[in-house]
C-alpha cells in the first residue's frame, strides 16, 4: 500500500501535511524545528479552544469511518 501525503488528506486521514524546507529536512535542521514548533504550538492552542466532549465525539466519529477492525 502506498499512500502520499495527499492520499491521507484526501481520506481525512491526517489534519495536514508539514512541508520540508527546500532541499530536504536534515539539511536545514533549525528550519524544520522551528516549522515543526510552531505547528505543533498553533495545534495545542486550537485544541485549548475546544470543548472537551465535543472533540473525543468529533474524534471517535472520524475514526469510526476509518473502517472496521475485526481479528479472524
Request: proline letters at 3%; hydrophobic letters at 35%; a negative charge.
Amino acid at each position: 500500500m502506498r499512500l502520499t501525503p495527499k492520499d491521507l488528506m484526501e481520506h481525512n486521514i491526517c489534519n495536514m501535511i508539514v512541508y520540508e524546507p527546500t532541499g530536504c529536512a536534515h539539511r536545514h535542521c533549525d528550519e524544520m524545528i522551528e516549522t515543526l514548533k510552531k505547528t505543533i504550538v498553533d495545534e495545542i492552542n486550537l485544541l485549548k479552544e475546544k470543548n472537551i466532549t465535543d472533540y473525543l465525539s468529533s474524534r471517535i466519529e472520524r475514526y469510526d469511518k476509518l473502517g472496521v477492525f475485526r481479528e479472524a
